[in-house]
């Protein structure tokens, strides 16, 4: 199967904790990118990567972090230093940074 | 940075209508691609198109970079059009970051 998988779907963590959810894919795709959504908003951009061992910030990288060891997987971890990390996240692949975006269905976290 | 405004926020049309969404950008861009965001909160994508116009079925979309607005056109729409449109662009000084609309949000009544 080809494609964009995230997981875990829904995901609950205590306050304080950090977390990573994982985002893999096959496609052979060299960017990847990790977007925040907030209810009823659109999406922003926390992380990018164009290529394997380099990744960059975007408009919200505060209390994030991101890692691209292997071409198939951008997984992100949410510091404790996020302050309010509620929200559903999504993931996208794309050839190459100026190409279409592919996203994965996405990763829903509650901070109890 | 770049504003990325679409309009209208909110729409309810009748199985079978036509629409016209539209998405403002403030500033020059590299691309700009149109989303669909279904109910359970699958984007897919519907066009990249920085410039020009596209077909696809009963979507259509057209950009023009030098006035810096794109439309997309649904026509004889369907319930299962219902979701969230989401414009988003990549600013031509922007370090290849993308930047999203806020959306339009469809409802199409059987």
């Known amino acids: 199967d080809g494609g964009i998988t995230q997981s875990p779907k829904y995901l609950f963590r205590k306050e304080g904790q950090n977390v990573t959810l994982s985002c893999e894919q096959n496609?052979?795709?060299?960017?990847m990118y990790w977007y925040r959504q907030d209810p009823g908003q659109g999406l922003r951009l926390i992380y990018y990567s164009q290529i394997v061992n380099d990744f960059q910030k975007g408009d919200i990288a505060e209390g994030y972090s991101v890692s691209r060891e292997k071409k198939e997987s951008f997984p992100l971890t949410v510091t404790s230093a996020q302050k309010n990390p509620t929200a559903f996240y999504l993931c996208?692949?794309?050839?190459?940074?100026?190409?279409?975006?592919?996203f994965g269905p996405g990763t829903r976290l509650t901070v109890l | 940075g770049i504003q990325v405004e679409q309009s209208p926020p909110d729409l309810i049309l009748q199985e079978g209508a036509n629409s016209t969404l539209r998405c403002n950008f403030s500033?020059?861009?590299?691309?700009l691609q149109w989303f669909h965001q279904n109910p359970w909160g699958q984007l897919i994508n519907l066009f990249y198109i920085p410039s020009g116009t596209k077909q696809n079925g009963r979507l259509s979309a057209t950009t023009v970079a030098t006035e810096r607005y794109s439309l997309l056109y649904i026509s004889s729409s369907q319930t299962t059009d219902s979701g969230v449109y989401f414009c988003?662009?990549?600013?031509?000084?922007?370090?290849?970051?993308?930047?999203f609309g806020a959306g339009t949000r469809l409802f199409v009544k059987a």
């Open positions: 996208a692949t794309g050839l190459a940074h100026t190409d279409t975006q592919y």
């Open positions: 988003a662009v990549e600013h031509s000084t922007g370090g290849f970051k993308t930047i």
């Open positions: 500033d020059s861009v590299n691309n």
């Open positions: 496609l052979n795709h060299d960017a």
